[in-house]
Each structure stands twice: as C-alpha cells, then as structure tokens.
C-alpha cells in the first residue's frame, strides 16, 4: 500500500530543495522584472532538459551542471544531517555542522551578517553555540529569515510526538545557534507550524481551518514570549504600568488575518499589494507569511498557471512575487511539498537540481527515526 507520511516527508524536503534551486536564479530582482513568462520559461528550459526514458537528463544535457542549491539548503541539510545523526538535537553539533558546512563552500550566498556567527563559533571550537547568534547587532540578534528558511526537517523529526510545545522548543533551539531574535525564532516556528499542520493535512486545503489552527499555535506562542518580556520589564523598572497587549506584541498571529484574507480573496490580489502587505524582504516578518500564503493562494485558480499542479503554482507563484525567492520558494515549497507529496513534484524537476537525491535520502531516515522512536 503506498505511505502517504513517507511521500510526504519527501514532498517536503524535495519541495524545499527545488523552491531554493529554482528561486535563486531570480533572487532580489524587483517583481516587475520577473513576471509570470520569465519563470514558466525557466521552468520550461529545465523540464526540456528532461529525458522520461531514463528518469534523468538527455544524453547531450548531461554535461551541463545540475542547478545549484544555495544557503537555505546548505542549512537545511545541516539540520537534517544532525538530527539523523544524534537522534535528537545537539546544539554544538549542528552549530559545528553549519560553521563547516560554511568554511566548506563559502560561496552559496549567505545573508551578510551569519558569515561572523560562523567565525566566532569556529573560533571559540563551538564552546558555547548560543554565545555568537546573540552577540549579533549589538545583542538585538539576526531578524533575519535564516532561521525559517532551513527548519523544515524539524517538524518531519518531531512529527510522531505531535506536541506542538515540544516542536515549539525544537525550532527554538535550532533557530537560536544563528538567530536570537524573537522575530526570527518566532518566524521559524510559524514556519515549522505550517509543515506540521500541511504533514497533517490531506486532500483539499481548508485555507479558513489552516489559517485559524496556524494562528492559534503561534498566538499561544507570541503570549508566552510577551508575559516573559513584561515581567522581565517590570522587574527592571518598579514603577512602570502593566500596559494593556496590542497586535504589535503578537505580530505574527495578527499578519494572519492577512494571510487568510489574501488567500481566500475572489481574485488574485495584486503584486504589489502583496509585496507592500506582506513583504518579499530578508527578513523573518517580511517573509514567512508571505511563503504560507503562496502556498494557500496556489490551492485556487491562479491565470496561466492551470495546467500546472498546486505544487508547481506554488514555487512558480511564489517566485512572481520578487524579493528574496529562494527564500520564500524554499519555504512555501516546504509546505506544499508536505501537504501533497512527493508525486506531486514533477520528475523533470527533481532531475534538475542538486541534492534532491539526498533530500530523499533525508526523509526516509527522518521517517524511520520517527516511526522508532
Ligand atoms: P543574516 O543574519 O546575516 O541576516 C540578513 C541581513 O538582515 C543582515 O545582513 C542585515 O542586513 C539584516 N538584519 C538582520 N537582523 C538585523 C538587525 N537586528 N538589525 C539590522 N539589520 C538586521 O542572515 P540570514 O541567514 O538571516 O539571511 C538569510 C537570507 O540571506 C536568505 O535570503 C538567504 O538566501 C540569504 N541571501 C543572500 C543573498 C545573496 O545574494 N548573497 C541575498 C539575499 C539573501
Ligand atoms: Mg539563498
Ligand atoms: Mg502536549
Ligand atoms: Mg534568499
């Protein structure tokens, strides 16, 4: 009988490792410079590169590079690797993982600042992997999405547990060797909320029910983390009014009323309502909502892209809308590949990129840990 949690471990890491290979052709252009033509053509050239025959590239492809993974990949395989490893979570492992894998191809694109994190952690023979992420802007920690776009193995390792505390505390720790930021550890759980509950998800997508469980894990989540950094005030400054909550203390469960209204919305909302509401940037906030809501989008109708399925509209519709698209194809590919599976992702494009043989690798060993454990 086919195993649909094993099809969908696959459809997660592949999907991740595709969005990242075939965004990053296109990563910080302006939206109005892609357009929809320009990814279906690049889309178009890797599927014609494509031989069924042999499961594989024609004869006279065979010289050419396969495209290459960037960052969020590299990172990724870092998680999956030592997760696999340890059975379970080290800090300095992965902290060593993701510092080597750096110094071992430097070249893959990292965000400006993590490139110090590396250093120091290397410097100090990842003594104390918490030490560099929150020395980081001046102890503000990296915002940045670094920590989002790599968590998906987390969420497929935790899967059997389904307690979503103890996946909460999972990305946490995982997030924090680079990013301490509350913005992008939040970002990372919201992201890890997303692949759980699309592991979890089957047939049609129920954008209403998506949205409202999504935002009552990460609301439960922003509580905590707010009472903390009150009391934490309060018993800096005595004198100082418990001041009533606002949506700005629970940012990523608010920008979920958003999510939800974009994706249900009749038409498509414009690019650059998207772009202005949502964001397309580097960092965590402006980021993650808008790769869960790609992929929510791509369960509707979307012009020129229906005679593809809700896999392909996602990672190519992700891609339309600019900015940082490795990052945000690699999220909302992450999260359509677990909710519809490996036989979802065309062939062709599992031919056409670095890594997919190890991402399925990944997944099976995640999936047998998981199913022992
Ligand atoms: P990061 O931690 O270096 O953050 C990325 C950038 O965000 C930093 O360089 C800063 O400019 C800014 N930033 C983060 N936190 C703060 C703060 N507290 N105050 C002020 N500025 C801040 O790296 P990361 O891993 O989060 O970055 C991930 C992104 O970088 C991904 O999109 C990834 O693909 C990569 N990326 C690379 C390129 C490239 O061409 N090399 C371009 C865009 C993104
Ligand atoms: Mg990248
Ligand atoms: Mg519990
Ligand atoms: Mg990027």
Not at 105 to 121: A, N
Not at 281 to 297: G, N
Request: with cysteine; glycine share 8%; charged share 30%.
């Amino acid at each position: 009988s086919k195993n649909v949690l094993l099809s969908k471990f696959k459809g997660a890491l592949v999907g991740a490792v595709l969005g990242d290979c075939i965004g990053s052709e296109f990563e910080g252009l302006w939206a109005k410079s892609i357009g929809v033509e320009k990814v279906l053509k690049s889309i178009g050239k890797l599927e014609s590169e494509y031989d069924p025959a042999t499961d594989g590239r024609k004869a006279d492809k065979q010289d050419m590079l396969l495209r290459d993974y960037t960052d969020d990949t590299a990172m990724a395989r870092s998680v999956a690797q030592s997760l696999i490893e340890n059975k379970g979570f080290d800090a300095k492992h992965m902290a060593k993982m993701f510092s080597e894998e750096y110094f071992k191809d430097p070249y893959r694109g990292y965000g400006g600042s993590i490139i110090t994190v590396f250093s120091k952690l290397k410097d100090a023979e990842f003594a104390d992997p918490y030490k560099p992420a929150a020395e980081q802007f001046d102890g503000e920690g990296s915002y940045g999405n670094g920590g989002a776009m790599r968590i998906v193995p987390a969420p497929l390792f935790a899967y059997r547990q389904n307690d979503v505390q103890h996946l909460t505390e999972l990305v946490e720790q995982i997030t924090k060797i680079t990013h301490s930021h509350p913005s992008a550890i939040n970002g990372a759980i919201f992201q890890s909320f997303a692949v759980d509950l699309a592991l979890r998800g089957s047939k049609e997508v129920d954008t209403g029910a998506f949205c409202d469980e999504l935002q009552k894990r990460i609301m439960e989540r922003e509580k905590k983390v707010t009472e903390k950094i009150k009391k934490r005030k309060l018993e800096e400054v005595e004198a100082e009014e418990d001041k009533e909550a606002t949506p700005f203390d629970f940012p990523y469960a608010s920008i979920t009323d958003d999510i939800r209204k974009y994706a249900l919305q009749d038409d498509l909302p414009s690019t650059e309502e998207i772009t202005g509401n949502l964001g397309t940037d580097i960092s965590a906030y402006r980021s993650v909502p808008t790769a869960v809501y790609s992929f929510l989008r791509a369960s509707k109708h979307i012009d020129k892209l229906e005679d593809r399925n809700s896999f392909e509209k996602t990672i190519i519709y992700a891609i339309t809308l600019g900015g940082d698209t490795d990052t945000i194809a690699t999220m909302a590919g992450a999260i359509a590949g677990a909710w519809y599976g490996i036989e979802a992702i065309p062939k062709s494009w599992q031919a056409s990129c670095e890594s997919v043989e190890d991402a399925l690798k990944f997944a099976e060993q995640l999936y047998e840990l998981s199913s022992t454990s």
